[in-house]
Nanobody, 123 residues
Framework: VQLQASGGGLVQAGGSLTLSCTAS????????LGWFRQAPGKEREFVAT????????YYVNSVKGRFTIARDNARNTVYLQMNNLKPEDTGVYYC?????????????????WGQGTLVTVSS
């Protein structure tokens, strides 16, 4: 499975961005999906995950109420809508997919990763 992430960029604090990640496989709809991020000098961390149906999602506490993960299985695409961005949200954002249909906050549970897209939030 190939995942292609896009939508990153430079935004001022308080602004918004929407990340997209498109998969190459028609079986995309059966996968659990997640977004992770990695700030400079830090480990990759969980941001959000969504189950295969899209009916349930989970977030790291620091983004709750600001970020929304959603998926469009017909378009093989997962989104991360990010509002009220803060400088601490800066990092490379990665989408990931796992063959199991439920989500996970653990990087080790994912089978495929996108290349990452850089988000920079200025203060």
């Amino acid at each position: 499975v190939q995942l292609q992430a896009s939508g990153g960029g430079l935004v001022q604090a308080g602004g918004s961005l929407t990340l997209s990640c498109t998969a190459s496989e028609r079986t995309f709809g059966s996968y659990g999906l997640g977004w992770f991020r990695q700030a400079p000098g830090k480990e990759r961390e969980f941001v959000a995950t969504i189950i295969r149906s899209g009916s349930t999602s989970y977030y790291v506490n620091s983004v709750k109420g600001r970020f929304t993960i959603a998926r469009d299985n017909a378009r093989n695409t997962v989104y991360l809508q990010m509002n009220n961005l803060k400088p601490e949200d800066t990092g490379v954002y990665y989408c990931a997919a796992r063959s199991a249909g439920w989500g996970s906050f653990r990087t080790a549970d994912y089978d495929w990763w996108g290349q990452g897209t850089l988000v920079t939030v200025s203060s």
